[in-house]
């Protein structure tokens, strides 16, 4: 297949790194500055190169490189709200070429739902986004396996920053500024981690799993949220008197979408640690499913982006 990777983050410069290992071939490259387009395959390298030393990977306009010749798009671009620009624009010019779309960014899976459903079905192209909920978990997989009709709930620890913070206080009794910072210097936590501690990705996830398991109808201003910034030690403290711990659970349920800090057994399968995700599925006829992993991570996601590359072949 012929991929053309917007985004030159982590998760896209992992994809176009990778592609080569899944059998793909990267014909268009782009950042928020630039894009490069070769019919013959991008060098990757010196793509990646040019951006580390001029701050773009190319001169051509991303617009322009939307045009060119290729089979599936890879949206890698940060997740933003409300609109989901530019995300969602790029989304629209390669279904409306009727070229296939693989989805990192959470923006327009979340937030445009049926926006999203109703380009594609206007387009011979498909939409695909694993790499959206979970990273490297294979989450959506399995529900499109079982049907989301089989699938009456799901919940689990969506977010690694959040989860490594909470495993940290709790394992060696520290508190949430200490960690926070600890978390900051090893590089789990964005300098501004407002979007992981205040539990708007996980929400994100949620989000997106409610409008799978229900046809849409979710957006992020659907969902109730708490974070975990005003946990105080001494409350995972008396957690662990009773053999519970603290984890920030994200669910999506009949009811609708939460996310917010909850008790679980200290030895549960919900109390992953570090920086692990998990998520359980209530089926129908096969009781609890749980697929735990990497949630997030250059190379992790870029092997669910490339996963889906592969289901469109």
Partial sequence: MRVAVVGAGAVGRSVAELAADYGQEVTMLADSRGAVVD????DVAAALSRKEANGSVG?????????????????????????????FSHVRAALESNRHVVLANKGPVAERYEDLRDLEHGSDGDVLFEATVGG??????AIDDFGPDHITAARGVLNGTANFILSRMTAEGLDYDHVLSEAQDLGVAEADPSFDVEGTDAALKCVI????????????????????????????EL????GQTIRL???ATPDGVRVGPRLVPENGTLA???TQNIVQLETTHAGRLNISGRGAGGPETASA???DVRRLE
């Fill in 39 to 42: 019919a013959d395959g991008v």
């Fill in 59 to 87: 001169d051509m306009e991303v617009s322009d490189a939307l045009a060119a010749e290729y089979d599936v798009l890879v949206e890698a671009t940060p997740t933003t709200l409300g609109d989901a620009e530019p995300g």
């Fill in 136 to 141: 490297a978990i294979p989450v959506l997989s």
């Fill in 209 to 236: 799993l409610g409008n799978v398991l229900h046809d849409g109808g979710y957006s992020l201003a659907d969902a109730t949220v708490e974070g975990i910034r005003d946990i105080p030690g001494s409350a995972l």
């Fill in 239 to 242: 957690a662990a008197e009773d």
């Fill in 249 to 251: 659970i994200g669910e």
């Fill in 272 to 274: 992953v640690t570090g």
């Fill in 305 to 307: 982006v490339l996963s």
